[in-house]
C-alpha cells in the first residue's frame, strides 16, 4: 500500500482548472519528485493535500485513510505535513517558538524537546539564531526554519513546495543534503521543484505536471533519459 | 456574445425597464391615492436615505469603505441649515452648495489617504466622522450642540405633497447622474480597480485619481442628501450621522444587493418601510431590522439583487431545457 | 493637587478600561480580519448583567462579575462559531451580522431593564487618605483589577502555548494551519477572552460611570481608535494608545467645557492619523 495515493484529483481556482485528473503514488520512504514550470498546479494540488483547497473532483489517500476534505490541523495530525512555498513564518516570533509551534499536535513533552534536538543537530545554525525573529534571518536560514517546522510535527510524510526558491546554489546544495538525511531518518519526502537539478539529484521517481496534467511520470533514470524532460528542464 | 444571447439580455433589460417605469408611475401617483400625510412623511424620508445609500454604494464599487458617509451627510445637513438660518441665504442656493462644501471635504480625506491601503481610508473616513459630529456637538447656538438644530429654513410652505414631488425628483435625477457615471468609461475603470489592484496598475489605470473621483462624486450626493433631508425636517440632531447611521446605510446597500445598481434603492425600501410597519411593537421593533439583516445574511447572501438574479437564472435554464426537450421530441 | 490626583486615577482606569475593551477586538481583528461590530454591545451586555445579579437577584458584587464575564465568555464561543466563522473573508456579511448582534442585544437591553441609565453599586466604601489627598477604595480596585487583568493577558498571549498560537495566526495564518494549529478552535478561545474581557470592563465601568444601552457604541470606536493608531498587528501598541487615549478623554474636561473636551480627543487622532497613518506600531509595509 502506497503511504499517500491521489485518484484522479481534480482542482479548481474559481472556474479555471488548476490540476486535473491527477493520480500519483508515494511508497513509504521514497523521495518523489514533481516537477513542472511556473503555473503547472504543482503548489495547488499540495494545497489540496493539506485541505486548503477544496477538490472538485478524485481523492486522495494517506495511509488507508481518505484525507479530502479532512481540515488542515487534522491532515497535519496524521503525520502529512507541508512546508509551504515562500515558507510562511511567523515574522515576529523568535525562532525556537516557530520551531515549537510546528509541534503543535504532539503532545509528549519529551518527544518535542527531542525532535527539537534533531532539528538542531541537521541544522547547527538555527541553535545560534533561536532567540531572533524569524523575519529577521536571511532567506536560507528562513528555508531551514520552514522545513524545521514541518520536522517539529512529527511528519511521517513531508511535503516540500519549491525549498530552493530564491537562494544561492551553495545552499541548494545545503537543502539538498538536508532532504537526503531527512530521508535517510525513515521520513517519506514529496518534493515539488521548478529547479530540476535539485528534484533529480535527490528523488528515486518523479512526475512531470504540464497545465494542471500528469505528462511523464517514472524512476529517474527514464526521466532523465527522456527527451521531453531534457527539452523542457534541462536545456536539451 | 453571439446574437441569441444578446437578444436574451436585451429582453430582460427591457423588462427592468419596464419595472423601473411602473415603479416611478406608481410612486408618483401615491400621493393621490394616500390619504395619511404620516406614510407620505415616510415615504420622503426613504427618498432621501435612498440618494445617500446610492452615494455610498458609488464609493463602495471603487473598492473603499467610508465608515464615516453618515458624518457627510450631516456635513451636507449642517452647512446648508447653517448657512440658510445664519446669512439668510436661500435654500435654493445653500443645499447646492452644501453638496459641494461636502465634496470638498471628501476629497480632502481620499486625498490623504489615497496612497494606502483601503482599510486607512475606511479608518481615516471613520474617526473624521466622528470628529465631526463631536465639532458639531462642541458648536454651542451655533449649532445646536447636543439639543439638535432647529429653525432651518422651510421650503415649499411646508407641504407634504409638494415636498414628496421634490425629494422624488431628487432622487430619480441623482439616481441616473450616478447610474450614468457607474458605466460610463471611468466608472468601469473604478469597478476594475476595486477587483485587482495589480491588474489595474498593469495596464495603466490611475488608482488614486479614480478612487478620489468616487470619493467626490458619492460625498456630493451625500451632502445633498443631507442637506435636503435639513430644509425638509427642519430640526436635525447629530445622532443621526453617527457611527452607526453610517451603518444602517451600508447595511441598505448590502440588504439590496451591493453588486447591482438598483440594491441600495430597495434595501432601502426594506428596511425603512418594512420596521416601519412594525411601529406598534414598539421597544421591540428594532427585532424586525434586526430579523431582515439575519436573514439576508444567513439565507440571502448576494442581498435582494442576488436573489433575483439567481430566480432569473433559474427561470433561464427551465426554458432551455424545456426548448432541449422540445427540441429532442 | 486633589484634582491633580483625581485626573491621574481617571487616566489610569479610563486607559485600562479601553485597553482590555481593544484587546478582545484586537485578537479576532489581527487573526481573522474580522471587523467585530458587536464587541461593544458585549460590553455593554456585561455591564447590564452585572447590575441585574447585584439589583435584583442580590448576588454579591465580586460573584456577579464573574458570571457576567463567564456568560459573555460563552457568548463570545457562539458569536464566533455561528456568525464570524461561516463568512470567514466576507467583509460584507461579517459586518452585517455585527450590526444584527449589536441591534439585537441592545434592544433586549432596552425592553427587559429600559433606556435608563443605571450604577452599579459600589464594591467598597470609604477612601484611602494621604495628607490632604484623598481617592475612593473604590477606584482604587477597579484599578487594580484592570491592571491585574491586563498583566494577565500579557503573559497569556506572550507565553502560554494558546497565546503564541494566537500570535502565530495573526502572522500567518495559512503557516499557523500548516503547523498543525486548529485555527477554529484558537479563534473561538480569542473571543472568548476577548468578550469575557469586555464583559468585565463593562461592570467596572458600569461601577466607576453609569451603565447605558447605547454606551457600546461609543466604547467600540475608542477600541476602533486604539487598534488602528498602535497599527494592525500590534499588540503592544495598544497599551501605548491607550494610555494616550485614556489621558485624552481623562484630562481634556479639566480643560475644557463638556462638548469640546468630547471633541478634542477625535480631532488629535484624526490629525494622528494624517500624520502615521498606519499608526505607530504598524507591521505592514
Not at chain 3, 495598544?238 to 479639566?254: K, M, N, R
Request: charged content about 15%.
Amino acid at each position: 500500500m502506497a503511504l499517500l495515493e491521489t485518484r484522479g484529483v481534480t482542482v479548481h481556482y474559481g472556474k479555471s482548472l488548476a490540476v486535473e485528473d491527477v493520480s500519483l503514488r508515494v511508497e513509504e520512504g521514497d523521495v518523489v519528485s514533481i516537477i513542472g514550470a511556473n503555473g503547472a498546479g504543482k503548489s495547488t494540488l499540495l494545497r489540496a493535500l493539506m485541505g486548503l483547497k477544496p477538490v472538485t473532483d478524485g481523492e486522495i489517500f494517506f495511509g488507508d485513510e481518505k484525507i479530502d476534505g479532512m481540515r488542515t490541523n487534522e491532515i497535519v495530525k496524521r503525520g502529512l505535513i507541508l512546508v509551504p512555498e515562500g515558507r510562511r513564518l511567523f515574522p515576529y516570533l523568535s525562532v525556537l517558538t516557530n520551531l515549537r509551534l510546528g509541534a503543535s499536535l504532539v503532545e509528549d513533552k519529551d518527544e518535542i524537546e527531542k525532535t527539537l534536538k534533531d532539528v538542531y543537530r541537521l541544522f547547527p545554525r538555527l541553535k545560534e539564531r533561536r532567540n531572533q525573529k524569524a523575519g529577521t534571518l536571511s532567506g536560507g536560514e528562513q528555508q531551514m526554519v520552514a522545513i524545521g517546522r514541518g520536522l517539529m510535527g512529527k511528519p511521517k510524510l513531508l511535503c516540500m513546495d519549491e525549498p530552493s526558491l530564491g537562494l544561492a546554489p551553495i545552499v541548494v546544495e545545503a537543502v539538498g543534503e538536508a532532504i537526503k538525511d531527512i530521508n535517510g531518518k525513515g521520513v517519506t519526502v514529496l518534493l515539488v521543484e521548478q529547479n530540476v537539478h535539485l528534484a533529480l539529484e535527490v528523488a528515486s521517481s518523479c512526475y512531470a505536471l504540464q497545465v494542471g496534467r500528469v505528462v511523464m511520470s517514472g524512476d529517474m533514470d527514464t526521466m532523465r533519459s527522456s527527451d521531453v524532460v531534457k527539452k523542457a528542464y534541462l536545456g536539451g | 456574445m453571439n446574437a441569441l444571447s444578446r437578444f436574451a439580455a436585451d429582453k430582460t433589460r427591457s423588462a427592468g425597464y419596464g419595472i423601473l417605469v411602473v415603479a416611478v408611475i406608481l410612486l408618483g401617483v401615491i400621493p393621490l391615492l394616500m390619504e395619511s400625510l404620516y406614510s407620505l412623511h415616510i415615504l420622503v424620508m426613504v427618498f432621501f436615505y435612498v440618494i445617500a445609500a446610492l452615494s455610498l454604494r458609488a464609493i463602495v464599487i471603487s473598492g473603499q469603505f467610508p465608515l464615516g458617509h453618515a458624518a457627510f451627510m450631516g456635513v451636507g445637513a449642517y452647512a446648508s441649515g447653517m448657512a440658510a438660518k445664519w446669512l439668510h441665504l436661500p435654500p435654493e442656493l445653500t443645499i447646492p452648495g452644501a453638496a459641494v462644501f461636502t465634496m470638498i471635504i471628501g476629497v480632502m480625506v481620499a486625498v490623504s489617504f489615497s496612497r494606502l491601503r483601503a482599510l486607512y481610508y475606511a479608518m481615516g473616513s471613520l474617526f473624521l466622522g466622528v470628529a465631526i459630529i463631536q465639532i458639531l456637538n462642541a458648536g454651542g447656538t451655533w449649532t445646536g450642540g447636543y439639543s439638535g438644530f432647529s429653525g432651518i429654513t422651510p421650503m415649499f410652505g411646508n407641504s407634504k405633497v409638494s415636498w414628496y414631488y421634490a425629494a422624488l425628483g431628487l432622487m430619480i435625477l441623482s439616481a441616473a447622474a450616478l447610474y450614468r457615471f457607474e458605466f460610463s468609461r471611468i466608472g468601469t475603470n473604478m469597478k476594475a480597480i476595486s477587483q485587482s489592484h495589480l491588474v489595474a496598475e498593469s495596464v495603466g489605470i490611475n488608482e488614486a485619481k479614480y478612487r478620489i473621483l468616487a470619493v467626490a462624486i458619492g460625498s456630493f450626493f451625500v451632502g445633498l442628501a443631507g442637506a435636503g433631508y435639513a430644509h425638509y425636517m427642519g430640526t436635525i440632531a447629530t445622532s443621526s450621522y453617527n457611527f452607526m447611521a453610517t451603518m444602517w446605510l451600508f447595511m441598505y446597500v448590502l440588504v439590496g444587493g451591493v453588486n447591482n445598481f438598483f440594491g441600495p434603492i430597495v434595501g432601502s425600501f426594506i428596511l425603512i418601510l418594512i420596521p416601519e410597519y412594525f411601529r406598534s411593537l414598539k421597544t421591540y421593533s428594532p427585532f424586525i431590522s434586526a430579523g431582515i439583516l439575519f436573514l439576508f445574511v444567513y439565507l440571502m447572501p448576494g442581498g435582494f439583487a442576488g436573489l433575483i438574479q439567481a430566480a432569473v437564472a433559474r427561470v433561464k435554464s427551465w426554458r432551455r431545457e424545456r426548448a432541449r426537450d422540445v427540441a429532442a421530441d | 493637587m486633589e484634582q491633580v490626583v483625581a485626573t491621574i486615577f481617571n487616566v489610569l482606569i479610563l486607559s485600562s478600561m479601553y485597553i482590555l475593551v481593544a484587546l478582545g477586538f484586537a485578537f479576532l481583528f489581527n487573526m481573522l480580519g474580522i471587523l467585530n461590530l458587536a464587541h461593544g454591545a458585549v460590553y455593554m451586555v456585561g455591564g447590564y448583567i452585572g447590575f441585574a445579579l447585584i439589583n435584583s437577584a442580590g448576588v454579591n458584587p465580586w460573584v456577579a462579575i464573574l458570571i457576567a464575564t463567564l456568560i459573555m465568555a460563552g457568548f463570545g464561543v457562539v458569536l464566533e462559531r455561528f456568525c464570524f466563522r461561516p463568512f470567514t473573508g466576507d467583509f460584507n456579511r461579517i459586518v452585517m451580522v455585527g450590526v444584527g448582534i449589536n441591534v439585537v442585544l441592545q434592544t433586549a437591553v432596552n425592553a427587559l431593564l429600559g433606556t435608563r441609565m443605571q450604577a452599579l453599586p459600589s464594591f467598597f466604601d470609604g477612601y484611602l487618605r494621604f495628607g490632604v489627598v484623598s481617592v475612593s477604595y473604590q477606584r482604587i480596585t477597579i484599578f487594580l483589577i484592570g491592571a491585574a487583568l491586563l498583566v494577565l493577558v500579557s503573559w497569556f498571549v506572550r507565553r502560554t502555548k494558546h497565546g503564541q498560537q494566537m500570535q502565530a495566526i495573526s502572522q500567518d495564518i495559512e503557516g499557523a494551519a500548516l503547523s498543525g494549529i486548529n485555527v477554529h478552535r484558537v479563534s473561538a478561545l480569542a473571543c472568548a477572552i476577548g468578550s469575557g474581557m469586555a464583559a468585565l470592563a463593562g461592570c467596572l465601568m458600569g461601577s466607576y460611570l453609569m451603565l447605558s444601552p447605547y454606551m457600546g457604541d461609543l466604547m467600540l470606536i475608542k477600541a476602533l481608535v486604539l487598534v488602528i493608531l498602535a497599527g494592525i498587528g500590534s499588540i503592544g501598541g495598544i497599551f501605548v494608545t491607550g494610555l494616550i487615549l485614556g489621558g485624552l478623554d481623562a484630562v481634556a474636561p479639566v480643560i475644557f467645557d463638556g462638548a469640546v473636551a468630547d471633541a478634542i480627543p477625535y480631532i488629535v487622532v484624526v490629525v494622528v492619523l494624517l500624520l502615521r497613518p498606519r499608526g505607530f506600531f504598524g507591521r505592514e509595509a
